[in-house]
């Protein structure tokens, strides 16, 4: 009997997020197409991770591309969330990257724009644009202390 070679809906498969364990950098993740199968821990993709970390980690409930060797479910990479019909990205705009944190938090880079802000969840913010440094503080500022 020859093996047989695997197909891309085994290598690349769409599932959510179960559990996460950002300690180890790795999460579980559930394909409700496979009778709602939980793989084993797979190591989710980072853009940095040796001389730069950037550290992101997904939520439970998150939908997630994922890639495998070819050998079934056990060992495999969670490669990036994606957009789903009820979550959309924030801008929609190729110029514009941002970051969302729940509780309100954005990091916003315009390119075209020329702009960068950062806004707190209290209404504080620091935005620079057009060489201008603006800054609004919800409560007290303070400077070279």
């Given amino acids: 009997m020859s093996r047989q070679e695997p197909t891309v809906n085994d290598v690349i498969r769409v599932g959510k997020i179960s559990a996460v364990y950002p300690e180890r950098g790795t999460a579980t993740v559930q394909f409700p197409d496979r009778d709602g199968l939980v793989s084993k821990e797979l190591a989710i993709s980072q853009i940095n991770t040796l001389k730069n970390k950037d550290e992101s980690f997904l939520d439970p409930g998150e939908h997630v591309v994922c890639a495998f060797y070819g050998n079934g479910l056990s060992e495999g990479v969670i490669l990036s969330a994606i957009y789903d019909t009820k979550n959309k990205p924030n801008a929609g705009d190729s110029d514009v990257r941002t970051t969302v944190f729940e509780d309100g938090t954005t990091f916003l880079v315009?390119?075209?724009?020329?702009?960068?802000?950062?806004?707190?969840?209290?209404?504080?913010?620091?935005?620079?644009?057009?060489?201008?440094?603006?800054?609004?503080?919800?409560?007290?500022?303070?400077?070279?202390?």
Avoid: P
């Fill in 110 to 145: 315009n390119r075209r724009g020329h702009i960068v802000e950062i806004k707190d969840s209290f209404g504080s913010y620091i935005r620079f644009a057009d060489g201008d440094i603006y800054i609004k503080s919800a409560a007290r500022l303070y400077l070279n202390e």
